[in-house]
């Protein structure tokens, strides 16, 4: 079982900055993604990071939003910068992937931290 803790949510102005955190228990081989869900709307990837370092994001924080990993420490980063009060959502933590060459992949799910942008 792989335990996933978001931190670093939080409230902050338009045009701020915050950067999430997220740390595994155990190491994972696998895809590291951010989700988010806003009062009302469906849950949405918003960035997503392989074990080699490939990224992708979502076209609403493209340029914005930077996904990184630290393998080492078993977590992932979410950075992101000029946040409009559209980002305000419910931020969470996902892994696809396997705690061992021999494990099958499964599906963790932190959380989630909440971040609140005001205009």
């Known amino acids: 079982q792989v335990q996933l803790v978001e931190s670093g949510g939080g409230l902050v102005q338009a045009g701020g900055s915050l950067r999430l955190s997220c740390t595994a228990s155990?190491?994972?081989?696998?895809?590291m993604k951010w989700s988010r869900q806003a009062p009302g709307k469906q849950r949405e990837l918003v960035a997503s990071?392989?074990?080699?370092?490939?990224?992708n994001y979502a076209d609403s924080v493209k340029g914005r939003f930077t996904i990184s990993r630290d393998n080492a420490k078993n977590t992932v980063y979410l950075q992101m910068n000029s946040l409009k009060p559209e980002d305000t959502a419910v931020y969470y933590c996902?892994?696809?992937?396997?705690?061992?060459?021999?494990?099958?992949?499964?599906?963790?799910w932190g959380r989630g931290t909440q971040v609140t942008v005001s205009s």
């Open positions: 996902n892994a696809n992937g396997k705690t061992a060459v021999w494990d099958r992949v499964k599906d963790y």
């Open positions: 990071i392989t074990s080699g370092g490939s990224t």
């Open positions: 155990r190491s994972i081989l696998g895809v």
